[in-house]
């Protein structure tokens, strides 16, 4: 079987679908408390992303605990010390040739919508959303170079 090469057209409809499978099945096993661990279960975590690697062997899981309850570096360990067992009910759950293996990372994504929240706010860049766009030698747009 011929083997597709991607040239960094970003991830497959395969990838996206088995990461989004896995984030459903990780947030189920964890709102559930399948885990035997009292620390790991008083830590509501919201697991924001999967993303697959190609192979679909390895996948990136981007958590974060809600509300700020706890340093996200704890739900991380927390969750790489229980990653066979969570692997375990991913295998059990999905029907892949493989189980990847499990890397979480902490979801950024609400520290970048903060950013872009204050980016927006600055008042350089309201002005440009309302459209100040008269020219700087004073003559109206409609009729700057016209031959009438």
Known sequence: MAKRIQSGQGPSQRQLRVGELIRRTLSDVLNRAEIHDPELNAMPITVGEVSCSPDLKVATVYVMPLLGTAPVDEAIKLLARHKGELR?????????????????????????????????????????????????????????????
Not at 96 to 117: G, M, S, V
Not at 125 to 134: H, K, L, M, P
Request: charged share 45%; aromatic share 6%.
């Open 88 to 148: 375990h009910r991913i295998a059990h759950e999905l029907t892949l040739k493989y189980a990847p293996d499990l890397r979480f990372r902490p979801d950024e994504t609400y520290d970048r919508l903060d950013e872009t929240r204050r980016l927006f706010a600055d008042p350089k860049v309201q002005r440009d959303i309302a459209g100040d766009d008269s020219p700087e030698d004073g003559a109206p747009d409609d009729e700057a170079g016209r031959d009438d």
